[in-house]
């Protein structure tokens, strides 16, 4: 109920003419217009209050009233209206206090920017002092004494405390969202994800809309390019400038000056940043026509982050381009590969099939034609895969002449791809053709997303066929993949039960004297089960020299000879000499020799109970290491036998310079050997030839009595094979062949 019920009307509000009172323009203005809520019971005060302010402007901006008859009402407004800068109050409505209750819950409710004035009809009625000091209000008035100007000057004083608080408040908070910004801004993953954050936060800052977009030009002058827009731009995003509609923003945006302070022209408000090396950076946001100060002073602050946050960014970029690119080749790397395959594998709705591809000759076309004509080559290969119609995703070139291709598993074929690695290409004028090993692999449910296993995976593809099927193009499938596993497997194994000998045995296999057939050495054979079966030396030698444990079995070998060999002297038995098999890979390792000596000696053997065997490959490759480790044994007083001779590598050169004692006839001259054809055969050449050389003879793979006689005819001493017996565990072999 009103308290001025019964007041005439000209003590509710005297609105005097009064000299200097605003114009009021026949258009309503477009700027945004303050807003004051009028909060009374009585529908005659909102009239005149409607009748004094009508048209009046303060701070060069118009005024607009919003109206409410009661608290409730006045609630109802304000969650209809943003930003209303003064709120008119009676003192006394629905209730004597509810004026004053509503203050209070205005308060309350977190509304501190919005400035209060107090309105009474009956001044004694709740005293002035006591409300100023509870109450967060700007001015309490009665009705009688706000004339026209009287109220203008209050609502311009409040207004502008108002506008002062907001512009501090506004600052306080933009500046809040400049700190959290920078943080979330500079932990963006690329330049697409920061220019979308600055977008965003731009539009919190102006209080608009993201309706706008972001342009990067680079330092080259090349085209602008939108890489991220919102709103009614977002179709753009990704394509140049130039897709826009004609019309004056493209040009806006070309003109730009190159300050970090803002433009507002058009209906748009624009920013430039710049910074090395990522070019320049520019926004453009839908903002219409002005800017306060105070958000001019918040954006040059926001650039300032901003600038920083692009060059950091672009410094990302480019070392993520580092990353990813082979500097050499400016194409994929491993890197970049692994990125595809984990986004592949992601995506288990496509069958997809990499493969590893090993140009084998890459090495000795560096060697015979340079490395600038290599390089030449190797683009070359890479062009053509780039160009393969296999749905590649991905080629990429991931080591000295490897590459990695991801692709269809329909498409990616064996047969075409080895005849893009294996083609002649002319290169710097020359004409150069490879020698290529491939290795493909399909993916499939198996590896899940596991970017790791699938990695493994196609490693040991490529490593499988490179050793059994070099210089070919295979699919690596579920038999392949079942004999790399158990390789795996051994090695493993091998690695475990190396050291200490576990799952190991030697055997020693009789040489026998053609002419009496005494026993007169034997050599030392390994022997190894795992997993309760045998399994050949021809399996587990090469994986035990390619993970360097040769050493380790050569040292049990010595172990067990010289266990055998001080058991044989205890029993009165005569010496007999015992050969051992060294790995080339030992050979080749620092001070072997004189750690094999002091093996050989600490087992109580000595050069009349043990003598070594080297492959004739190993020999006749003239590393000058190796031939320096065997010619410490040899001046140690060992003996030294040549194994395998005749398989291929031999060099006659080669023999003067290196330190042998014995050759031994390789099974594959043995073979075919005949009386009647005897002096014919190649053996015969070899036995010709260690007597002129005065080296002895030892005939391996003798398994019938034709080829004991043939051998016998043609003055071979000494031989061995099935036919004078098979290997036998070493505490057998006197028993079961009768040595004394």
């Known amino acids: 109920m009103s308290d001025t019920s019964n007041a005439p009307a000209d003590d509710l509000l005297e609105f005097a003419p009064e000299d200097g009172a ?201 085209e602008i390019m939108i890489v991220s827009a919102a709103g009614g731009f977002a179709q753009y995003a990704g394509r140049p400038l130039s897709a826009l509609p004609d019309g004056p923003l493209v040009d806006l945006i070309a003109d730009l000056p190159r300050h970090a302070d803002p433009v507002v022209e058009g209906g748009f408000m624009m920013m430039h940043f710049g910074a090395e090396p990522g070019g320049e950076l520019i926004a453009v946001i839908e903002a219409g026509s002005e800017i306060a100060d105070a958000d001019r002073t918040l954006l040059r602050l926001f650039a300032t982050n901003i600038a920083i946050g692009f060059e950091n960014q672009a410094l990302i970029d480019r070392l993520d381009h ?77 080591g000295d002449g490897t590459f990695a291709l991801i692709g269809d598993a329909s498409r990616l074929d064996p047969a075409r791809l080895h005849a893009i690695v294996t083609a002649a290409y002319k290169t710097d004028g020359v004409e150069i053709a490879s020698t290529a090993t491939s290795a493909l692999l399909d993916l499939d449910a198996a590896f899940g997303d596991d970017t790791a296993a699938a990695m493994r995976a196609l490693a040991a593809a490529l490593q499988h066929v490179r050793r059994t099927r070099r210089n070919e193009s295979v699919v690596f499938d579920a ?31 009789p040489k026998i004297e053609i002419a009496t057939g005494r026993v007169v050495g034997a050599e030392a054979l390994l022997r190894w089960r795992y997993d309760g079966r045998a399994v050949s030396p021809a399996e587990f030698i090469p994986i035990a020299e390619a993970t360097g444990l040769t050493e380790a079995l050569t040292d049990f070998v010595v172990t067990e000879v010289g266990r055998w060999a001080r058991a044989r002297a205890k029993s009165g038995a005569t010496p007999l000499p015992v050969a051992v098999n060294l790995s080339p890979i030992d050979l080749g390792r620092q001070g072997f020799a004189a750690r094999l000596i002091e093996r050989v ?51 006659l050169g080669n023999f003067g310079d290196f ?50 006689k043939a051998l016998q005819l043609l003055g071979c001493e000494v031989a061995q094979g099935y036919l004078f017996g098979k290997p036998a565990d070493i505490g057998e072999f006197d028993a079961l062949f009768g040595v004394k």
């Open 479 to 509: 038999t392949m993949r079942a004999e790399s596993d158990r390789r795996s497997a051994l090695q493993r194994e091998l690695k475990r039960t190396a050291p200490d000998g576990e799952g190991f045995a030697v055997h020693l296999q």
């Open 22 to 222: 605003p114009d009021r323009p026949g258009t309503p203005s477009a700027v945004r217009p303050w807003y004051v809520l009028v909060v009374d019971d009585d529908e005659d005060v909102h009239a005149t209050t409607r009748f004094a302010l009508g048209g009046a402007r303060i701070l060069g901006r118009p005024v607009e009233l919003i109206h409410a008859h009661s608290a409730a009402e006045a609630w109802a407004r304000l969650g209809e209206v943003k930003d209303i800068a003064v709120a008119l109050i009676d003192v006394v409505m629905e209730t004597p206090d509810a004026g004053l209750r509503l203050v209070r819950e205005l308060r309350e409710a977190g509304l501190r920017e919005m400035r209060i004035v107090l309105r009474t009809g009956q001044p004694g009625y709740a005293p002035e002092v006591s409300v100023i000091s509870s109450y967060e209000i700007d001015d309490y008035r009665t009705k009688s004494e706000l004339t026209q100007t009287r109220l203008l000057t209050v609502l311009t004083a409040t207004i502008r405390a108002y506008d002062q608080i907001r512009t501090i408040s506004r600052s306080r908070a933009g500046l809040e969202m400049i700190v959290e910004s920078a943080t979330k801004l500079f932990t963006r993953t690329n330049l697409e994800l920061f220019s979308r954050g600055v977008l965003t936060q731009i539009a919190a800052l102006l209080r608009v809309p993201p309706n706008g977009l972001v342009c990067v030009r680079s330092l080259a002058g090349a």
């Open 601 to 651: 000696r600490g087992a109580g053997l000595s050069p009349a109970t043990i003598e070594f065997e080297v492959t004739e490959g190993v020999a006749m490759q003239s590393t000058p290491w190796a031939i320096g480790q065997l010619q410490i044994l040899k001046d140690s007083g060992f003996r030294i036998a040549l194994d395998d001779f005749g398989t291929g590598y031999s060099s």
């Open 322 to 398: 580092m990353a990813h690119v082979d500097p050499v080749f400016d194409v994929p790397n491993l890197n970049a590969f692994e990125t595809a395959l984990s986004e592949r594998l992601a995506d288990d709705q496509i069958e997809c099939r990499t493969a590893l591809v090993h140009l084998e000759s890459h090495a000795s076309i560096v060697a015979g034609y340079g490395l600038r004509v290599a390089r030449s080559y190797l683009r070359a290969i890479y062009a053509a895969l780039a160009e393969y119609e296999m749905g590649a995703l991905v080629v990429a070139m991931i």
């Open 659 to 708: 330190p042998i004692d014995t050759l031994k006839i390789d099974r594959k001259f043995i073979t075919p050997l005949a009386v009647a054809h005897a002096q014919e055969s190649l053996a015969a050449v070899i036995l010709s030839m260690t007597q002129s050389l005065r080296v002895g003879c030892v005939a391996e793979g003798v398994e019938t009595e034709e080829q004991c």
